[in-house]
């Protein structure tokens, strides 16, 4: 089975950066779109970001400028590069894949719609 597996949260202060890992650790299959949603404490669920296979990228109007999405088709591995990282950031932070293309024409909002999601990892950003 899929088993995707985030790494890289940590606490840091505002202003700080962060680089989060996402690989999968199971069956490998094409993911056509992967991505990042969080979900902070009490709220629902966001999207952050949004690549496919063919390098086509979505970012949340909060992620813009800060948040650097990346991915290794070869490894099926997924990255998320944060810079100026702001106390509203803290969330649990999650990766998710797709291999069904229909997702990839949706922006970053449907990743938390994907069929395949990891166990998340801890950012938290004080001020």
């Known amino acids: 089975q899929v088993q995707l597996m985030e790494s890289g949260g940590d606490s840091v202060q505002a202003g700080g950066s962060l680089n989060l890992s996402c690989v999968n650790v199971?069956?490998?299959?094409?993911?056509?779109?992967m991505g990042w949603f969080r979900q902070a404490a009490g709220k629902e669920g966001e999207g952050v970001a949004r690549?496919?296979?063919?390098?086509?990228?979505s970012y949340a109007e909060s992620a813009k400028g800060r948040f650097t999405v990346s991915r290794d088709n070869a490894k099926g591995a997924l990255f998320l590069q944060m810079n100026s990282l702001k106390p509203e950031d803290t969330a649990m932070y999650y990766c998710?894949?797709?291999?069904?293309?229909?997702?990839?024409?949706?922006?970053?909002?449907?990743?938390?719609?994907?069929?395949?999601r990891g166990q998340g990892t801890q950012v938290t950003v004080s001020s």
């Open positions: 998710a894949s797709a291999s069904a293309s229909r997702w990839c024409k949706n922006d970053y909002r449907y990743v938390l719609r994907y069929a395949y």
């Open positions: 199971g069956l490998s299959i094409d993911y056509n779109c």
């Open positions: 690549i496919n296979s063919d390098g086509d990228i």
